[in-house]
C-alpha cells in the first residue's frame, strides 16, 4: 500500500468568495510529518528542490506576491553546509487575483505544492501534492466577506 504522504496541505482563501477585477489573499498551510522536513524556498544549495506553490486554473485566476518564510537549519556535520528546512506547520501566502474581464461564476483552481521530503540522511523523489477546489467569483460590491482571518498574520 501506498505510505501516507510526508506533507499535507490546506488552504485558507482569506474571502468567500473572489473578487473579480480584484486580489483575495491566500494562506497555504503546510504539514509536514514529524521526523521529515522539505527544502525551504528559496533552498540552501542549487541541487536542493525548493518548496513551491504553483495555481492554475481554467479562469483568468492567478497567484501572485507568493511569501514564503524563513526556513530554519538543520544541523549538519561538521564541515557540511546546514541545509535550511521546513518541517512542522509551515504558512506561505500569496495572493490570488481574478481578472476583470472573467464572466464565469465560478473558479476551478489547482494548487500544486511541489517539493522534495527528507528523512534523517534519505531523501525522496521530487514529488508534488495537488489541491483542486472551486470558489465563487462576485463583483467587489456583493457581499464578499472576510472568511480565515485567524490564519493571517495581523
Not at 40 to 52: C, G, M, V
Not at 118 to 127: G, L, M, Q, S
Request: net charge neutral; with cysteine.
Amino acid at each position: 500500500k501506498k505510505e501516507a504522504r510526508p506533507i499535507k496541505a490546506k488552504i485558507y482563501p482569506f474571502y468567500n468568495k473572489l473578487p473579480r477585477g480584484g486580489k483575495c489573499p491566500v494562506a497555504i498551510e503546510l504539514t509536514v510529518a514529524e521526523g521529515w522536513h522539505v527544502n525551504a524556498n528559496p533552498a540552501s544549495e542549487d541541487y536542493l528542490i525548493p518548496t513551491e506553490v504553483k495555481v492554475s486554473s481554467g479562469q483568468k485566476v492567478r497567484l501572485t506576491r507568493v511569501k514564503y518564510p524563513e526556513g530554519h537549519e538543520l544541523s549538519a556535520e561538521a564541515g557540511e553546509t546546514p541545509q535550511v528546512v521546513y518541517d512542522g506547520k509551515v504558512m506561505i501566502y500569496g495572493v490570488l487575483e481574478t481578472d476583470a474581464t472573467e464572466l464565469a461564476e465560478q473558479a476551478e483552481v489547482t494548487v500544486e505544492i511541489h517539493y522534495q521530503a527528507c528523512r534523517d540522511k534519505v531523501c525522496e523523489r521530487p514529488d508534488k501534492l495537488r489541491l483542486v477546489g472551486k470558489l465563487q467569483i462576485a463583483d467587489a460590491d456583493s457581499g464578499i466577506q472576510k472568511i480565515n482571518e485567524a490564519q493571517f498574520p495581523k
